[in-house]
Structures are given as C-alpha cells and as structure tokens.
C-alpha cells in the first residue's frame, strides 16, 4: 500500500535558519504530493503541491521538488521565521478516477520550532 | 483558495449524549468529503470517506453505527458521534475536495471533549 516517511522530529531552529525536512513515499500509479502545515490548535492549510514529476511546488518561502528518481518531496525554506513554527505533514493521493478522488495518505508530521 | 469551515469549533458534552459536528464547503462543490481524526501530537487519522447523495465508506476499525455520516448536498457534511463516551475526545477534520481538483482543503477542526 501507499506511505509516507518523514524525517522524525522535533526539529529546533534559530530565525533565518535553513530549513529542511525529508519526505519520502511509496506508492502505485503516479501519486500527486502535498506539504500541509497545522498551525497550534488548528486545522490544516495547504502549503505547496506538485503533480508530477521534476514539479517543484512552493508558496510564502518554502518550496518541495517531486523527485521520482528517489521518491521524495523534501520540504526546504531558506530562512524561517518564528512564525513558520508548526506541523508540517506530507501528504500523497493518487487519483482515483472519475469524480471519486483517492484518500490522502499522511506522514507522521514534523515539529518545527523556531527561536528568535 | 477554496474555504472549508467546521462548526462547532469546541464542544464538550456529557458521557452517553450525541454531538453533531458540521462541516461545510463555502466557495466550492464537494463532491467528497473526509472525516479524519487526529489525536494529540499524532498523525492524522482518515475515519470515512462521504460522497455527496451515498453512504460514506468507512476506514476499518471505525464503528460507522457510532459515527454517523451524512452527506445531504454537495456543501454540507455532518459527523455525529453518538452515545460519545471519554475515550471518543478527540480532534475531528473535515476536508472537502471538488471536481477536476486532488486537493483536499481542511476544515479548522473541532475539539470535542466527553465528560
């Protein structure tokens, strides 16, 4: 079946640090990949998305390249704030045809803390 | 970007009563939504997946006489958790996804606590 690895957490950052956290997945069929942030007691948001391969995702500084080569969909941001502190999970579906759309499948998410 | 809003955003109830958590598309049509539960410090976890007009089907392990799940139109979704007992306290997640779209957009959850 489909799954998503994360690089385990917490991960601690001072501001303007760089930023990187590992993704990888296995899946059948070609999977589209998803980073989705949780901010403290919220739901998720959307961060970046890519469909197909060598697509590179990214929005407010963060971006994630779709590398079928090696399954993976590292998030990377070169200079966080304290503002990015929150969960970040990864995410994959694969479509499932028609106007039924297959279910996303999570990794473990990861914890990022940003100091000033 | 496509909004989805969950209410009650909080709610705490007594031991044996039913709550009902509302989910809603507000700028799109839904023609699935998801409920995810999602407990402290953890993953997300999919419950069941509802298309508008049909049963939803339930992940395994989910009691879908507990959980009931009704998708009544293409913008509305409700999760009732009946005779919820302490151990059904959790984090519930909508998300809604339209056609022509695999992005699934999340609800800002609702915490429920069972006393």
């Known amino acids: 079946g489909d799954s998503v690895t994360q690089m385990e957490g917490p991960v601690t950052l001072s501001e303007e640090a760089f930023l990187t956290i590992n993704c990888t997945y296995t899946a059948t069929g070609y999977p589209s990949l998803f980073w989705y942030v949780q901010y403290p007691g919220e739901g998720l948001q959307l961060l970046l998305k890519?469909?197909?391969?060598?697509d590179k995702g990214s929005n407010k500084g963060f971006e994630a390249t779709y590398r079928k080569e090696t399954t993976s969909f590292h998030l990377e941001k070169g200079s966080v704030q304290v503002s990015d502190s929150a969960v970040y999970f990864c995410?994959?579906?694969?479509?499932?045809?028609?106007?039924?759309?297959?279910?996303?499948?999570f990794g473990q998410g990861t914890i990022l803390t940003v100091h000033p | 970007g496509a909004v989805v809003s969950q209410h009650p955003s909080r709610v705490i109830c007594k031991s044996g009563t039913s709550v009902k958590i509302e989910c809603r598309s507000l700028?799109?049509?839904?023609?699935?939504m998801f409920w995810y539960r999602q407990f402290p410090k953890q993953s997300l976890m999919l419950m069941a997946t509802?298309?508008?007009?049909?049963?939803?089907?339930?992940e395994q392990g989910v009691e879908k006489d507990k959980f009931l799940i009704n998708h009544a139109s293409l913008t509305l979704s409700t999760l009732t958790v009946t005779s919820a007992h302490p151990e059904d306290s959790s984090f519930y997640i909508c998300s809604a996804t339209g056609t022509a779209t695999d992005t699934q957009y999340f609800g800002p959850g609702t915490r429920l606590t069972v006393l």
């Open positions: 890519a469909t197909k391969a060598d």
């Open positions: 700028d799109f049509q839904a023609t699935t």
């Open positions: 995410a994959l579906t694969t479509n499932a045809g028609g106007t039924s759309y297959g279910k996303l499948t």
């Open positions: 509802s298309n508008e007009g049909s049963k939803a089907t339930y």
